[in-house]
């Protein structure tokens, strides 16, 4: 698949986060995030939803497209951060070369 990147098209914004490494006392990972880049321009494309059955509950997913343009050292250890809502990067396409990126990531409720 070609993707390309037009700046009219980079109409949102988003933020990529990643763990923070902290470890408390014990040796345990904190679970914190931190951010990495705030107020990335970005286009979204949402491209398919569902719910699975995942340890006695139903929890909805979304896989999302976000178009973004080159940053580097973004990888699939990060999390995007979109209007309030997390989403675990699955992959990090580059289009052609240090142009942009898009990230394929997915949203899960599992509230």
Sequence with gaps: MKYTITSGEL???LSIE???GTV???GHSTGDWVA???NVPCGVTFIKGGEVWETTQDVG???TDFKIRYISGITPRMRVVFEGE???IKRV????RRKGYVIQAQW???K
Excluded at 93 to 96: D, F, G, K, V, W
């Design 18 to 20: 990643e763990p923070s």
């Design 108 to 110: 899960k409720d599992n």
């Design 36 to 38: 990495v880049h705030s």
């Design 61 to 63: 997913n979304l896989t």
């Design 11 to 13: 109409d949102r914004f």
């Design 24 to 26: 408390d006392s014990a």
């Design 93 to 96: 396409i580059e289009i052609t």
């Design 86 to 88: 997390y989403y675990d």
